[in-house]
């Protein structure tokens, strides 16, 4: 099968995080055909180990395998079955994976690859989990490599910089209590929403080019005419770092006052070791790519999980050919013409590694 033909099979097939069941048989089916053994690793994901130096120590390819709760909008004629959707571009992860594990087995370069087909991005969970089951069988890692497809760039660009790429996340919950007192009694001080609009106007003082802090999501109240008992708001921290967003999370705590402010979830920012995005660039060089040094993004990534323990290299992969939509957006739908590039640029990044 070639890595096109099984991004068309994964791309209708979309299954979410930690339920990537039939995703990792085609892939294991996919990769025996091709003479290659798959091992399951974190539940639901997928390890290749290819072994072409005596040395010790591998250089890790990672691919994200899960996908969205979205209806797909596309039109395409391989669109998704079923009402998930790989609207994060993860189909074409894979399938750029599963291409660069074939062209290695068949060209053998004097390189150690561990190759990880990785479930649970999304929601976090994966990457730990992959770390996890790596160390616990002994495998030592030196570096890490991922990269991830956006159409905000024209196709076959690619984009990256050294230090923090994608942001520190943290998911927060801020919750204000009151007194649900018959409005025709009203005491400011016991109402939660004037505590969250102070809160809120507090919270944009802290905001800057580098500090991003959002509140999607509120509730509370019963009726219209009485206090809330509870407000809550929900929302988002992101900085450069995590000890960036630690700090942030101490300030919210000082600003909401009587309120708590919960952190939740959170994924570390990605940091991009600098000797590997020189490698990156000459890789882009001698490919005859066109190479971009780009800005920190607010997205999270739990790529940033590697990061935090292996000098780790990211980048983008433009694929806009015409249209603008987005990631996580319906209609985002990278062509199938980047998945050659994309194992081009990971192949070329393995022989180069491979000599250092």
Not at 14 to 41: D, W
Not at 99 to 115: H, L
Not at 226 to 252: D, F, M, W
Request: charged letters at 30%.
């Amino acid at each position: 099968m070639n890595p096109i033909e099984l991004r068309h099979l994964l791309h209708m097939n979309p299954e979410l995080s930690f339920q990537e069941f039939e995703t990792q048989k085609l892939l294991i089916k996919a990769l025996k055909k091709a003479g290659i053994k798959g091992e399951v690793i974190a539940k639901t994901g997928i390890l290749v180990l290819y072994t072409g130096r005596k040395e010790e120590g591998f250089h890790l390819l990672r691919a994200d395998m899960d996908a969205l709760p979205l209806k797909e909008e596309t039109g395409w004629e391989y669109s998704s079955k079923n009402d998930n959707m790989h609207a994060c571009g993860h189909d074409v992860h894979m399938a750029i994976l599963y291409g660069v594990i074939e062209r290695v087995f068949k060209e053998k370069p004097r390189v150690n690859v561990a190759f990880v087909f990785q479930p649970a991005e999304e929601t976090g969970g994966g990457a730990k989990l992959v770390l996890k089951e790596l160390e616990n069988k002994g495998i030592k890692i030196i570096d890490a490599v991922a990269l991830h497809v956006t159409d905000e760039y024209k196709f076959g660009i690619v984009a990256s910089k050294p230090g923090t790429l994608f942001a520190s996340t943290y998911e927060v919950d801020v919750v204000f209590k009151g007194d649900p007192i018959h409005i025709a009694f009203y005491d400011e001080s016991k109402d939660p929403l004037m505590k969250v609009a102070k809160f809120l106007d507090n919270v944009g003082k802290l905001r800057s080019e580098d500090i991003l802090i959002g509140f999607g999501k509120i509730e509370g109240g019963e009726v219209r005419n009485a206090l809330a008992s509870e407000v809550t708001l929900y929302g988002t921290v992101r900085t450069p770092s995590t000890r960036a967003s630690e700090e942030i999370l101490k300030k919210l705590k000082e600003i909401a006052k009587d309120g708590a402010v919960i952190p939740k979830g959170k994924y570390p920012h990605v940091f991009v070791d600098v000797h590997l995005y020189e490698i990156l660039r000459r890789v882009i060089r001698k490919l005859g790519y066109e190479f971009l040094q780009c800005r920190m993004k607010f997205t999270g990534e739990d790529f940033g999980f590697f990061s935090q323990k292996y000098p780790s290299l990211m980048f983008w992969l433009g694929t806009r050919i015409k249209d603008f939509h987005g990631l996580h957006n319906p209609k985002f739908l990278p062509p199938d013409e980047i998945i050659p590039v994309g194992v081009n640029i990971m192949y070329g990044l393995i022989k180069e590694l491979g000599k250092v």
